[in-house]
């Protein structure tokens, strides 16, 4: 029932879309854009967080009309960077400190752009890794650990400001190809063609980049840092051929497949690898 419903729901507003766009196609475009970048899910209210969050410290940082919430465990000066992927927030990481505290590092999370407690409504990896930036520039982590989008978000933000100061990267579940994900959201809405190549052309200029080479694994192939990657056979939001179109492209990286995990990847042998890769001399 709930699956003929969320089919139906698509449908309905992809032919609203489709029929608004011979009438007001810029604001065709608009609704298609808000559809496809604003999250639904993962915001948090201040007044009710998570445990999580009860041994942090909470620091909003102010950069132009952007708020970017992080959320520091401190501890010495190896800090580390987390990055949660799309619809989430920084609580996602519950099951992974407890790993990453018994180093004794500095731990930062940060939530997405319209994530958490951070400001917006649209979610774009340029954005998040300029959030990145911005918090980087302030603490200096040596390590980031990304999800999903926030992996590919980490490499991209890697790629672009080529911070000297990051020694190795985790990515987890992370998406290759936006033209993917992009296509997946038209067939999903059946947009017709008119919006289709709107919605492209506004992509291409929104991320300043050719849509084709928008890609982790274009990102991954251009860095130096040396990286743990896993992603898990049984993905059914992020195939395993993405994880491994990036796997195949860094240069220095070590490949984790696991089984069973799905996207989330929480497991408790695969923090400890994660822990290893970052922390044990090898």
Same mark, same amino acid.
């Given at each position: 029932?709930?699956?003929?419903?969320?089919?139906?729901?698509?449908?309905?507003?992809?032919?609203?879309?489709?029929?608004?766009?011979?009438?007001?196609?810029?604001?065709?475009?608009?609704i298609a854009h808000a559809y496809f970048s604003e999250p639904r899910k993962g915001k948090l209210n201040k007044g009710k967080l998570p445990k999580?969050?009860?041994?942090?410290?909470?620091?909003?940082?102010?950069?132009?009309?952007?708020? $970017?919430?992080?959320?520091?465990?401190?501890?010495?000066?190896?800090?580390?960077?987390?990055?949660?992927?799309?619809?989430?927030?920084?609580?996602?990481?519950?099951?992974?400190?407890?790993?990453?505290?018994?180093?004794?590092?500095?731990?930062?999370?940060?939530?997405?752009?319209?994530?958490?407690?951070?400001?917006?409504?649209?979610?774009?990896?340029?954005?998040?890794?300029?959030?990145?930036? $911005?918090?980087?520039?302030?603490?200096?982590?040596?390590?980031?650990?990304?999800h999903s989008l926030g992996g590919k978000a980490s490499l991209y933000y890697q790629y672009k400001y080529q911070n000297p100061g990051i020694q190795?990267?985790?990515?987890?579940?992370?998406?290759?190809?936006?033209?993917?994900?992009?296509?997946?959201?038209?067939?999903?809405?059946?947009?017709?063609?008119?919006?289709?190549?709107?919605?492209k052309s506004k992509y291409t200029v929104l991320l300043n980049h050719d849509l084709d080479l928008f890609t982790a694994q274009e990102f991954a192939?251009? $860095?130096?840092?040396?990286?743990?990657?896993?992603?898990?056979?049984?993905?059914?939001?992020?195939?395993?051929?993405?994880?491994?179109?990036?796997?195949?492209?860094?240069?220095?990286?070590?490949?984790?497949?696991?089984?069973?995990?799905?996207?989330?990847?929480?497991?408790?042998?695969?923090?400890?690898?994660?822990?290893?890769?970052?922390?044990?001399?090898?």
């Amino acid at each position: 029932m709930k699956k003929t419903f969320y089919f139906l729901l698509t449908k309905s507003i992809g032919f609203y879309i489709n029929l608004l766009s011979f009438v007001f196609p810029k604001k065709a475009i608009q609704i298609a854009h808000a559809y496809f970048s604003e999250p639904r899910k993962g915001k948090l209210n201040k007044g009710k967080l998570p445990k999580t969050f009860q041994d942090a410290d909470l620091e909003a940082i102010q950069y132009n009309e952007d708020t $970017i919430q992080t959320y520091i465990w401190k501890g010495n000066d190896t800090i580390i960077m987390l990055i949660h992927g799309w619809e989430s927030n920084s609580s996602r990481w519950k099951k992974m400190l407890p790993y990453l505290k018994k180093s004794g590092s500095t731990i930062i999370a940060i939530d997405g752009p319209a994530q958490g407690l951070s400001s917006g409504k649209e979610f774009t990896v340029t954005k998040y890794a300029e959030f990145m930036d $911005i918090v980087s520039k302030k603490y200096q982590p040596h390590y980031i650990i990304g999800h999903s989008l926030g992996g590919k978000a980490s490499l991209y933000y890697q790629y672009k400001y080529q911070n000297p100061g990051i020694q190795k990267m985790v990515t987890l579940g992370a998406p290759s190809d936006f033209k993917i994900i992009l296509n997946n959201f038209i067939r999903l809405l059946s947009l017709n063609n008119k919006v289709e190549k709107a919605l492209k052309s506004k992509y291409t200029v929104l991320l300043n980049h050719d849509l084709d080479l928008f890609t982790a694994q274009e990102f991954a192939s251009k $860095i130096e840092v040396k990286g743990f990657l896993a992603h898990d056979i049984d993905d059914t939001v992020v195939l395993f051929k993405e994880g491994k179109k990036i796997a195949d492209s860094w240069k220095n990286v070590q490949f984790m497949e696991t089984k069973g995990l799905g996207h989330k990847l929480h497991d408790a042998d695969l923090y400890q690898k994660v822990y290893q890769f970052l922390f044990e001399t090898e």
